[in-house]
């Protein structure tokens, strides 16, 4: 009997599915056949869903994180933040949406592996984007990509640093945010500065 599900409502089968064996047997093809049995998805159909089988599972699950982010930053009102608190929120809630640490701990050690790179690379990148964008960015120069590049370095040592975090609340994770933040914004002042300085400003006239 053919599967009257729609493309999205399999991947969705497929993912929550998933995310039961994951713990247990890592983004690996393991998983990506349990999911199918446990979805009853045919494995032919699955792969016509997620080509690349279990990597395109991980990657659907760091993106569903993305728009759980997204979706919260929306619904909350930022307006009395300053705009580096705004950053931090939207780094910790990225962190708080995920549904489960072994999850994403599994995902960046697939994502850690040579032949993902690039793919790990690519969803670090989307992610810093994506707060980016939501929170009103509307640089056009080459700021856009140093904000960018910034962002992700902090977003990618604060999940690392998430992951091994056995604290209250994890709440040494937000505190070492705080200070990667902190950072992030000492360089975005530091290249306003240079921007106003009559003496630097032919410096940035290139870049930008």
Known sequence: MPDTRTTQEIRDALLVAALGHVAFDGWGPATFSSACQDADVEPGLAESVFPRRHLDLAIAFHKLGDQAMAARLVNEDLSAMRFRDKVAFAVRARLEVAPDKEAVRR???????????????????????????????????????????????VYGSTVLYWLGDQSEGNVATWEFLERRIADLMKIEEIKAAARKNPLLKAAFAGPN
């Open 107 to 153: 995902g960046t050690s697939l994502f850690a592996l040579p032949q993902n790179g690039p793919d790990g690379a690519k969803l670090v990148w989307e992610t810093a984007d994506l707060i980016w964008t939501t929170l009103g960015d509307t640089s056009d120069d080459i700021n856009w990509y140093t904000k960018r590049a910034t962002l992700s370095a």
